[in-house]
């Protein structure tokens, strides 16, 4: 099992975690609805549906249907077949720090 921790803009901290080939978010403020961390990849129907039905404006960052949309962002296209290709937690978490950086989050080590 890998942690990666990264800074928003706001300086608030997330935590990214792998775990075989399951990703999962982790941030303070979902710990009472998502104790286990919103898991992103592999795509978990469920997870989305519980996403979409608590609301929130699909474009608003940090919404519930914010979350959701990247959710099948991340699970279709090139982010997938990045994805697929991995064979370790290792090159997983090359990816995760790529993505993370290009939307502007900052590793924290």
Same mark, same amino acid.
């Given at each position: 099992?890998?942690?990666? %921790?990264?800074?928003?803009? $706001?300086?608030?901290?997330?935590?990214?975690?792998?775990?075989? +080939?399951?990703?999962?978010?982790?941030?303070?403020?979902?710990? !009472?609805?998502?104790?286990?961390?919103?898991?992103?990849?592999? !795509?978990?129907?469920?997870?989305? $549906? =519980?996403?979409?039905?608590?609301?929130?404006?699909?474009?608003?960052?940090?919404?519930? %249907?914010?979350? %959701?949309?990247?959710?099948? +962002?991340?699970?279709?296209?090139?982010?997938? =077949?990045?994805?697929? +290709?991995?064979?370790?937690? #290792?090159?997983? %978490?090359?990816?995760? !720090? =790529?993505?993370? #950086?290009? =939307?502007?989050?900052? #590793?924290? !080590?």
């Amino acid at each position: 099992m890998l942690q990666l %921790a990264f800074m928003t803009v $706001t300086r608030k901290i997330i935590t990214i975690v792998i775990e075989g +080939k399951t990703i999962t978010y982790h941030e303070d403020s979902w710990g !009472k609805i998502f104790p286990e961390g919103i898991q992103f990849m592999p !795509k978990d129907q469920h997870t989305i $549906t =519980k996403l979409l039905r608590m609301g929130g404006d699909r474009n608003e960052v940090g919404s519930p %249907a914010y979350h %959701a949309i990247w959710i099948m +962002k991340e699970n279709s296209g090139e982010s997938l =077949k990045e994805y697929q +290709k991995c064979n370790s937690e #290792e090159e997983l %978490a090359v990816i995760v !720090k =790529k993505d993370c #950086e290009s =939307k502007g989050l900052m #590793e924290v !080590k």
